[in-house]
């Protein structure tokens, strides 16, 4: 199916259509490196309303810009413009999705109905604090993913206390008492500490944290 | 009226746009082309003729003075993505275009604190490091509870989203050259009006309604992430080539917010670090032959 384009400032995003269906849609972030699935994943077969899935700036068939220069934030900004196009929605994020997904249900948290995170490229990213990490510069490509989207993003910094801001954030505008799901098997430090946070859960698999969140309206 | 001619200010001798992996980096030098290269590096917000009374100073003892816009300031390209990352990349890309030797490098505010960044992770570009006013230090938390910081993060986050709905057909919002000076004399308290139109002259642009900044409106003062100061004066104290430090010590809105005192340990063994009285945070703007005799003499003269 041919994706709807989101702007967000230069980019266009492509947004992929999974699933039709009524009730609020579920959104799928992919990891760093992927694209969006072109048919549904067998852990969301269970979901009744509509699923889309966004491919972030320079993955997929989104835009791959030039000279690099990404953040998680940014991705957010991304993920955000899917959610100005759905209205409310359940998100679920793989790996470097799943960071987004948390920041997202913190940033948006009255119009995100919970996050389920999951294992997947790019979920540690990189380094907690200050590194020696030195700076190259990249020959360009004209196919995703972005080599700079893979640099940048496998390194960018992820304090644990910066992102339980965001469980916080969700805890205080969701109104659900646990807006935040963990399904990754591994835990880097940032999600360790997320998943001790109040107003986390953990899910067994993917599909049982779906469930948590899903409408009964839709059952 | 003012017509933003100021009174020292020398347009650069040459200006070129270098290819820097697909954006577009608009350099500016001052002095001979033959002569040893040195590098000035703006601020946030900024743009490289803001060094138009200072560089030619330099220039004038026989440095050839190579500056450049970074991406989305002044005359270069408004790239689709900005980051820290990006900045450094940018300023390698003019750097190798210019020399293959190692060389001094002055940075100013934002630039100076991405210079010790650089100076830290690729020491080998670097004879000398000078910082003007540029030196991140922690930020003043206020007091507040833990609800009342959440409240304010929110606040941040939301509206740094809500901004970036909107920059894709956001314009920066015109006015006189003079309203354009006035706007920034509000974040530059301590700059002329006759200097603050001169940076509208050379960093905006005027069309049918009026002058803009060039900067990319999409950019935005302040913002939100993990990033935090003190992991950048923690880079400061293991740099080995010679350091100069100038701070103002008067503090204003466009600066870090770093004292005297808290520098001082992190300055690295054998380097300095001035404080000048009664100056801001554009040192260099406020007291430019005062900080380029500083600079020179730092430097020893040309090599």
């Known amino acids: ?219 | 009226m003012l017509d933003g001619t100021y009174p020292g200010a020398v347009s650069p001798h040459r200006e070129y746009v270098l290819d820097a992996g697909g954006v577009g980096i608009a350099v500016h030098e001052w002095g001979p082309e033959a002569a040893d290269p040195l590098f000035l590096v703006h601020g946030g917000f900024d743009f490289a003729r803001t060094y138009d009374v200072f560089a030619p100073k330099l220039a004038a003892a026989g440095w050839r003075v190579v500056a450049w816009d970074q991406r989305g300031h002044g005359d270069s390209e408004h790239a689709t993505l900005y980051s820290w990352d990006g900045d450094l990349r940018d300023a390698m890309a003019v750097m190798d275009s210019v020399t293959q030797r190692p060389a001094p490098v002055v940075g100013h505010s934002k630039g100076g604190a991405l210079m010790i960044n650089l100076a830290d992770a690729q020491p080998f570009r670097f004879t000398h490091l000078v910082n003007l006013d540029g030196i991140p230090y922690k930020r003043a938390i206020p007091d507040m509870s833990e609800h009342e910081r959440t409240r304010m993060v929110a606040s941040e986050v939301t509206g740094w989203l809500d901004h970036r709905r909107s920059t894709a057909t956001s314009k920066r919002k015109p006015g006189t050259l003079e309203e354009l000076a006035a706007r920034r004399g509000r974040m530059n308290p301590r700059l002329s009006p006759e200097w603050l139109c001169h940076l509208v002259s050379v960093g905006g642009f005027e069309s049918d309604d009026g002058w803009r900044w060039k900067i990319d409106p999409s950019m935005r003062f302040g913002g939100f992430g993990p990033w935090r100061p003190e992991w950048t004066i923690a880079r400061l104290p293991g740099l080995a080539m010679p350091f100069l430090g100038i701070l103002g010590r008067v503090q204003e809105p466009m600066g870090w917010g770093t004292l005297p005192h808290q520098v001082t340990r992190y300055i690295p063994v054998d380097g300095r670090c001035e404080v000048l009285d009664d100056v801001g945070h554009f040192v260099h703007i406020e007291q430019p032959d005062l900080v380029a005799a500083m600079v020179l003499d730092f430097l020893g003269g040309a090599a």
């Open chain 1, 1 to 219: 199916m041919i994706p709807v384009m989101l702007t967000h400032n230069r980019v266009q995003l492509a947004l992929h259509q999974l699933q039709d269906g009524p009730g609020r849609p579920l959104l799928m972030l992919h990891g760093l490196g992927e694209e969006s699935p072109t048919s549904l994943p067998s852990w969301a077969t269970e979901w009744a309303g509509p699923v889309h899935a966004l491919d972030f700036t320079g993955h997929g068939m989104s835009t791959l810009p030039a000279g690099g220069g990404y953040s998680a934030e940014i991705l957010l900004a991304d993920a955000d413009a899917a959610l100005a196009h759905l209205g409310e929605v359940t998100v679920v994020g793989r790996g470097l999705g799943a960071y987004v997904a948390l920041m997202l249900a913190g940033a948006r948290a009255t119009q995100v109905r919970g996050a389920v995170l999951c294992d997947g490229p790019g979920l540690a990213g990189g380094a907690v604090g200050p590194t020696s990490q030195s700076f190259v510069i990249l020959p360009p490509r004209d196919s995703a993913p972005d080599p700079y989207a893979l640099l940048e993003l496998s390194r960018d910094l992820r304090p644990p206390d910066y992102a339980t801001l965001f469980v916080r954030l969700a805890l205080e505008g969701s109104g659900l008492d646990e807006p935040i799901a963990v399904a990754a098997v591994v835990r880097p430090p940032w999600l360790t500490a997320v998943a001790d946070e109040i107003g986390v859960t953990t899910a067994p698999t993917i599909a049982e944290g779906l469930a948590l969140y899903a409408d009964p309206l839709q059952g």
